[in-house]
């Protein structure tokens, strides 16, 4: 059975920590890896990862992935309030379904 | 670039009453997906449509549960009859063919009373 399992599954710090998220996967015919946030509303669009090694950066936000071991990692670095968010992965297979995990809940305290 | 659109973006429904959803993707999006996301947890996919046509809809409860994508583009998600654990935030989601990236809609948030 496909599957993405994330953790922690909730996480609470200070502003200014470094926070890293985790993201497993068993997913037959893998084609890519995407990490999205989700405030309130539906998930907005952080990272698409198809390669093994490669970072992928965004201003604090960084995420790398790991074919061999099934993983990857979502960083945030110098955490801000506004970081405050549900983090959810999602593994996109060759047949174009998308596989998502519970996410992590991110609490930033000031 | 318009969004993927979605309405209503709130029902408050009884039980046993139905419910429809609508969904608009991105111009030229091949692919449309409906989750249903409860409370705390993922999205879950309903049902997946390539053009008009349905890819995956193992996990859509066909009891009670259709969803119809004429023409390959608008969809709607519909529930008859609702049941309370039906309330979540349904996201529709659409992506080309050649883009890893999936594009969601704003949901609809249902309340089953």
């Known amino acids: 059975e496909d599957k993405v399992v994330q953790s922690p599954l909730s996480l609470v710090v200070h502003e200014g920590d470094t926070v890293t998220l985790n993201c497993s996967y068993e997913v037959t015919n893998f084609r890519s890896l995407l990490w999205y946030k989700q405030e309130k509303k539906a998930p907005t669009f952080l990272f698409m990862l198809?390669?093994?090694?490669i970072e992928k950066k965004s201003g604090r936000l960084s995420s790398i992935l790991d074919k061999k071991e099934l993983f990857s990692i979502l960083n945030i670095t110098a955490t801000q309030t506004g970081d405050s968010a549900v983090y959810l992965c999602?593994?996109?297979?060759?047949?174009?379904?998308?596989?998502f995990g519970t996410g992590t809940s991110l609490t930033v305290i000031p | 670039e318009a969004g993927v659109a979605q309405s209503p973006r709130y029902k408050i429904i009884e039980k046993r009453q139905s419910v429809a959803f609508w969904c608009n993707p991105i111009s030229g999006h091949a692919t449309l997906y409906w989750y249903q996301q409860i409370l705390g947890q993922g999205p879950k996919l309903l049902i997946q449509?390539?053009?008009?046509?349905?890819?995956?809809d193992s996990q859509l409860p066909k009891d009670r549960f259709s969803a119809e994508r004429l023409k390959g583009v608008d969809s709607t998600l519909k529930i008859q009859p609702a049941k309370l654990e039906d309330s979540a935030v349904y996201l529709c989601?659409?992506?080309?063919?050649?883009?890893?990236?999936?594009?969601f809609g704003p949901g609809t948030r249902l309340t089953v009373t």
């Open positions: 989601a659409s992506s080309l063919e050649g883009l890893a990236r999936g594009y």
């Open positions: 198809t390669s093994s090694g």
């Open positions: 449509f390539q053009n008009n046509g349905v890819v995956d």
């Open positions: 999602a593994v996109r297979s060759t047949g174009n379904q998308f596989y």
